[in-house]
């Protein structure tokens, strides 16, 4: 079963959930909230239903596009990310989890080096290096951002 299929039977399972989501972000609207996070509205709902209500956070996104479909002039108050910037967020994950597999290989190395053999030096070796390595990164974005 696809996580569409999967929504669609949680809405089915609760089926005043929509409606009291939707009433939660018209309410914040009202209020003059500018930016709304689904997860957000989701957890205000789970305080004032506990018990009463099954409130799952995997399904905050469908929710929120459910309701963009129904009322688009809200898409302004919700972050949209789309799959295209999805694809970058996991491309810049990766390159930051190889990023700090290097630094910690690099601090290990050093830490071998200098005969510095305690886990802390090392760890702090690694994460000196990683914070170099992430501003040297930071730096050539800047620069294809300005170029």
Known sequence: MDHKQKFEEYLAENPG???????????????GL????????????????????????????????KLLAERPALKNFFECRGPAARGKNKEQ??????????????GLGVAA????????SAIRLALQAAARIMQ????????RQIA
């Open 93 to 106: 994950t990766q390159r930051i989890i190889n990023t700090l597999a290097q630094a910690a290989r690099l």
């Open 17 to 31: 959930m929509y409606e009291l989501f939707k009433a939660k972000v018209l309410d914040k609207v009202r209020e």
């Open 113 to 120: 080096e200098t005969g510095r053999a305690d886990a802390e």
């Open 34 to 65: 500018t930016r709304i996070s689904a997860n957000g509205v989701l957890s205000e709902l789970r305080e004032e239903y506990a018990g009463k209500a099954s409130i799952n956070n995997t399904f905050a996104t469908p929710l929120k596009y």
């Open 136 to 143: 040297q990164l930071k730096g050539q974005q800047l620069k």
